[in-house]
């Protein structure tokens, strides 16, 4: 089944409903047309954008540029898990923390699935490797972003607790247990959420768009299976990873608490 | 007879340098305006924050002994100490022997089957002691030990440290009590503006 191709002349008439939003925004007094009409300008342009960019990647297909391609996803998303936090741990720790947790899901898991499930000739290619990277890294800067979060909030928190049993000889592992614990719990718990909900509250968009592309919905479905196993497994890596990478920052080789590397 | 423990040139966030000697059965309470440093001078000697400087517990320099058996060694209790249970009882893994030292320091045992939240400042501030005295450190470095205490219970606290220092522990007190410092045998110093100063 072929899919259904649109032309400009399709999105002109669905634009008409985001000027709708604008007269809305308008008889209302929201003051928000401005700022809509502006968002839709921005969503055009950046996703035109991303599709050339994406269509000359494909054509040229060399490893080097997919992998500078994802690195710079990788790059962006990072920063982002490093801003999300209200604390921010010095000489660049958060972003640290950020970037190595992503990239670290990302990979882990896109090769794990170009390896195994999707194998494309060859595994490296563009047209798979990059939209999978960037489903990965959204998932995996959401995970890391909540569990740095509740970390470097909980240390703040908890700090009187940790140094007391620090005080009392306990290992700096072993007093941040319970936070790292915490911190891991709420990075990981939205990819739950989605699995449960996926079919019956939502219908999720890759399976979404792969029926609206003319795929059959079980074989659309069997996607959005492998998906979710492979987000369910970047989030866990995410949220580890920036729990983890973040405490080690928290302390130094005599075992401290070092609260004063949080800004 | 070597020093219990040893400190010279101990710098950091509480000024410095400091030079501390302390023999068996050797007390030094400090005084100070708040905010001097006093909290962060034990915080050095426990190891809890950084600093330079040496130290040395019965002639071993501590950069040989790994940072947490130091602490259990050298311990410092906070004036405020923290709690990371809901209950006081898993903070106490050795039960009878706490309970043992409970009626010591007038607390009924029944209190661990108490949340922390329940329990007065008071009754932490004991409790906290007890965690720490169950470690028998070597070097205590108490933070205000008897600052939310009444008399009664500030005595008792005292007869402890005593049992302590007789058995050959070093302490270093904050306090601002000068007739507890007195009571309790210790040398009394002066910290302020970075500096500490035999009174």
Redesign the interface.
Known sequence: MKPILLTPFDLIIASSLVVLDAVVSVLLGLRLHKQILVAAARCTIQLLLIGFLLRFVFAIDTPALTLGVILVMVAIAGREVAARPEKKLARYGNQIAGLSAVALATFVTAIFALATALRPHPWYDARYAIPLAGIMLGNALNAASLSLDALLSGVMR??????????????FRD?MR?LIRASVRRGILPIINTMSAAGIVTLPGIMTGQILAGLDPVEAVKYQILLMFLLAGANGIAAVGAAYFAAARLT?S?????V?RLK | MPERLSARGLTGAAGGPFGIALGRGDAMAITGPSGAGKSVLLRMIADLDPHEGAILLDGVDRATIAAPLWRRRVAYLAAEPGWWHDDTAPHFPDRPRTEALMPSLALDPGLLNQPVHRLSTGERMRLAFIRTLLNEPEILLLDEPTGALDPHATALVETLLIERLRAGAALILVTHDMAQASRLGARRFHLEAGTLTPR
């Open positions: 908890e700090r009187s607790a940790i140094e007391a049993q620090l005080a009392l000889g306990t290992r007093a319970p130094d005599r075992e401290r608490l070092r004063d």
